[in-house]
């Protein structure tokens, strides 16, 4: 069974930093691209990164472009997201999501780890 | 980016009735290699979004027979034979033919 569980969210002040970790399981974790995909509260859904299966490639969407970072162990069956200079905009659950390359969708998703920047 | 538009924006259904989303894009979801990449999610409150339909039409693993989409080009459609009670939430058009992938700004489904 597919599972991905995400962690590391909390309040965190405007400027702060905090790092979410995502833990895959029942899957070849290193054969599949992964993605962070966001929802603000009572807001619809946004992606905000995506990396390739070897982390060679890696893509953001322009509001987090400097300031958040998606990396990847393979070794660990982990995906990760640094989130720098936060903004009380990018309050939001953060979800990690599995990619198929194939039907160009997300199938699996986890349960979501909510990020509040707030003073 | 693509600019993907659903509505209605809200839906209330009677149980055992039908319902209809409708989801349009900026631009034609053809991809180059012929595919239309175009998912529907389905989001039930407090819950994360599922999969529910991938490349118009098909239905992901576990997903029930009641829910089919259907469409062309840039016109999408997302349908409910008969609403049950645990189809209330929130239904997200999504394209994936081109990057950056992009979602539907949602449609809520509620019991009348």
């Known amino acids: 069974e597919v599972q991905l569980v995400e962690s590391g969210g909390g309040l965190v002040q405007p400027g702060g930093s905090l790092r979410l970790s995502c833990a895959a399981s029942?899957?070849?974790?290193?054969?599949?691209?992964m993605t962070w995909v966001r929802q603000a509260p009572g807001k619809g859904l946004e992606w905000v990164a995506n990396?390739?299966?070897?982390?060679?490639?890696?893509y953001y969407v322009d509001s987090v472009k400097g300031r958040f970072t998606i990396s990847r162990d393979n070794a660990k069956n982990s995906l990760y997201l640094q989130l720098n200079s936060l903004r009380a905009e990018d309050t939001a659950v953060y979800y990690c999501?599995?990619?198929?390359?194939?039907?160009?969708?997300?199938?699996?998703w986890g349960q979501g780890t909510l990020v509040t920047v707030s003073s | 980016d693509i600019v993907m538009t659903q509505t209605p924006l809200s839906s209330p259904v009677t149980l055992g009735q039908p319902a209809s989303i409708s989801c349009r894009s900026g631009?034609?979801?053809?991809?180059?290699?012929?595919?239309?990449?175009l998912s529907w999610l389905q989001q039930r409150p407090g819950q994360p979004p599922r999969l529910l339909i991938y490349?118009?039409?098909n239905r992901f693993s576990g997903v029930p027979d009641r829910f089919s989409g259907s469409g062309a080009g840039t016109d999408f459609t997302l349908k409910i034979g008969r609403v049950e009670a645990e189809d209330v939430g929130v239904y997200y058009c999504?394209?994936?033919?081109?990057?950056?992938?992009?979602f539907g700004q949602g449609t809520k489904v509620e019991i009348k």
């Open positions: 999501a599995r990619v198929s390359s194939s039907t160009s969708s997300y199938p699996y």
């Open positions: 029942g899957f070849t974790f290193s054969t599949y691209s």
């Open positions: 990396i390739k299966p070897d982390g060679s490639e890696k």
């Open positions: 631009q034609s979801l053809v991809h180059s290699d012929g595919n239309t990449y």
């Open positions: 490349k118009i039409s």
């Open positions: 999504m394209q994936g033919t081109q990057f950056p992938w992009t």
